[in-house]
């Protein structure tokens, strides 16, 4: 299923989840809507009508009276007529109310036909049979308000028992309601994390493994989801695919730098020493002019020989072949050796050198002492030299601290602006300090140098009046312990 189908049916269960409730909510609306409407205007117009049937056998008693007190036949006339409405009246009565005790119907029609015979007798000039026929009449006027109360009380129970039915309604609907919303809010969130996580986790995995592309580690990852039919499984195929070829170009990279450095070795011992014949065998003959050039072709040959040396370093450093020869060193000693390695430097650039050993530095430190000396310390005592002053200082400070030694390097140089800090110890990264010159890979090399030592090396604030400060922690080891390498890593900050 595509990520599109996924984000579509995710939508349409969402929406089912959510109206489900709404849909509930709108049939008790309606049930509610007719207990409030329908049966509450059906009870009204009953008793309207009830009302109207009160009215009527009022206005038919004084009627009959008058009739049989005058004998006018209008006023006959008009109780018959008020008979006939009352009967429509009980008739739309009966069809509107769904409750109509018999007895009422059977009042009513014993008053009509009461009614009838009171005409017949007045009719027939029978006055005394009339009278009696109205007493009997008066008893059924008294028994059909009696009815009429008891199907108006009938009615008020029905409309009480709506109003309870209508309440229980409305009270189950809205916690129904209430309970179907939250169920469906779950619903839909457990559906919307589903997709989301769905979606979103193998993306980040993707992202870190870019990231690990970004610092030079060029490994196929083995949980993205190559196997999914979607988008992101086609996306994860291409990355394994590109990480496959970007691994595969790094290989030849790093052969090719291989090939060349050696390659550029002998011809550049070549140069050196063609120089050193030329200048041994002119000697005094030289002009000044011939000796300085000579002396700018063997310093170029020794620059560049360094350059190439550094190229070799990175490429081992790069397929994994650097090994180390560690062995137990007096940290006394390492620091005399890196004293006497630039003093000479020091004295011809006017820069005060000092390399302090603090009594919280251990007596030795089991290291590859060239590779320490000479690459990390070397390196950045030399890139110190580079950026500080005539008349500047550099200082070199050993100490100890908990479970490892850290060595600090400080120069009064101008310092490294703060844009290009987290790039220093990318490779090929120059930073230009006024007149910086140089391949860029020196940094680069202390940086996987320490690395190989298990340590780690940072560019630390500087306090005021300092230009660069490099802290080197290296962990304590001991004699005869194996170093804790981690993977290495030629690109990106440390």
Same mark, same amino acid.
């Given at each position: 299923m595509s990520v599109r189908a996924r984000l579509v049916l995710g939508f349409f269960v969402v929406t089912a989840a959510l109206a489900a409730p709404t849909l509930f909510a709108t049939g008790s609306l309606s049930h509610l809507r007719r207990l409030a409407v329908e049966e509450r205007s059906g009870h009204a117009a009953a008793v309207a009508r009830l009302g109207r049937i009160q009215q009527g056998l009022a206005e038919l008693d004084r009627l009959e009276r008058s009739f049989i007190a005058t004998g006018d036949q209008a006023l006959g006339r008009a109780a018959a007529a008020e008979v006939t409405s009352l009967e429509e009246e009980l008739r739309s009565l009966r069809s509107s109310s769904p409750i109509l005790p018999g007895r009422l119907e059977a009042t009513i029609d014993h008053v009509a036909a009461l009614t009838r015979h009171v005409e017949g007798h007045v009719e027939a000039d029978r006055?005394?049979?009339?009278?009696?026929?109205?007493?009997?009449?008066? &008893? &059924?006027?008294?028994?059909?308000?009696?009815?009429?109360? /008891?199907?108006?009380?009938?009615?008020?129970?029905?409309?009480?028992? %709506? &109003?309870?039915?209508?309440?229980?309604?409305?009270?189950? $609907?809205?916690?129904?309601?209430?309970?179907?919303?939250?169920?469906? @809010?779950?619903?839909? /969130?457990?559906?919307?994390?589903?997709?989301?996580?769905?979606?979103?986790?193998?993306?980040?995995?993707?992202?870190?493994?870019?990231?690990? !592309?970004?610092?030079?580690?060029?490994?196929?990852?083995?949980?993205?989801?190559? %196997?999914?039919?979607?988008?992101?499984?086609?996306?994860?195929?291409?990355?394994r695919a590109m990480t496959r070829r970007l691994a595969e170009l790094d290989r030849t990279k790093a052969a090719f730098l291989g090939v060349v450095s050696h390659e550029l070795k002998t011809p550049l011992n070549v140069i050196k020493a063609y120089a050193e014949v030329i200048e041994d065998e002119l000697g005094p003959k030289a002009s000044d002019s011939h000796k300085e050039l000579i002396a700018s072709v063997a310093e170029q040959a020794l620059v560049l020989s360094r350059r190439v040396s550094r190229l070799m370093d990175i490429s081992r450093l790069e397929a994994g072949t650097y090994s180390l020869s560690v062995e137990s060193t007096p940290i006394e000693d390492l620091a005399t050796g890196l004293e006497r390695l630039f003093e000479r430097q020091a004295r011809e650039k006017d820069i005060d050198l000092t390399v302090r050993v603090t009594e919280s530095a251990p007596f030795d430190a089991v290291v590859d002492v060239d590779i320490l000396r000479d690459e990390i310390l070397g390196?950045?005592?030399?890139? $110190?030299?580079?950026?500080?002053? *005539?008349?500047?200082?550099?200082?070199?400070?050993?100490?100890?601290?908990?479970?490892?030694?850290?060595?600090?390097?400080? %120069?009064?140089?101008?310092? !490294?602006?703060?844009?290009?800090? *987290?790039?220093?110890?990318?490779?090929?990264? #120059? #930073? %230009?300090?006024?007149?910086?010159?140089?391949?860029?890979?020196?940094? $680069? !090399?202390?940086?996987?140098?320490?690395?190989?030592?298990?340590? @780690?090396?940072?560019?630390?604030?500087? *306090? *005021?009046?300092?230009?660069?400060?490099?802290?080197?922690?290296?962990?304590?080891?001991?004699?005869? $312990?194996?170093?804790?390498?981690p993977q290495h890593s030629m690109v990106g900050p440390t």
């Open positions: 006055m005394n049979r009339a009278s009696e026929t109205f007493s009997s009449l008066l &008893a &059924a006027f008294d028994e059909a308000s009696t009815e009429l109360t /008891l199907v108006a009380d009938s009615i008020d129970a029905m409309a009480l028992r %709506d &109003a309870r039915d209508a309440e229980s309604t409305s009270a189950t $609907a809205r916690a129904a309601t209430l309970a179907g919303l939250a169920v469906a @809010l779950l619903f839909a /969130l457990a559906v919307a994390g589903y997709t989301t996580h769905a979606m979103t986790s193998p993306l980040r995995k993707l992202s870190r493994a870019s990231a690990r !592309i970004a610092d030079g580690e060029f490994t196929i990852p083995g949980d993205l989801p190559y %196997d999914r039919s979607d988008e992101i499984g086609e996306l994860s195929t291409s990355f390196n950045l005592v030399t890139n $110190a030299f580079r950026f500080t002053p *005539p008349g500047g200082w550099v200082d070199v400070q050993i100490e100890g601290e908990s479970g490892g030694i850290v060595f600090t390097v400080t %120069d009064s140089g101008p310092g !490294i602006p703060k844009e290009h800090r *987290p790039h220093i110890f990318e490779k090929y990264y #120059v #930073v %230009d300090r006024a007149r910086a010159m140089g391949s860029g890979l020196g940094l $680069a !090399i202390v940086k996987e140098m320490v690395r190989l030592h298990g340590g @780690l090396v940072t560019l630390e604030s500087s *306090p *005021p009046g300092c230009g660069a400060r490099f802290r080197v922690s290296l962990p304590r080891v001991t004699e005869g $312990a194996s170093l804790e390498v």
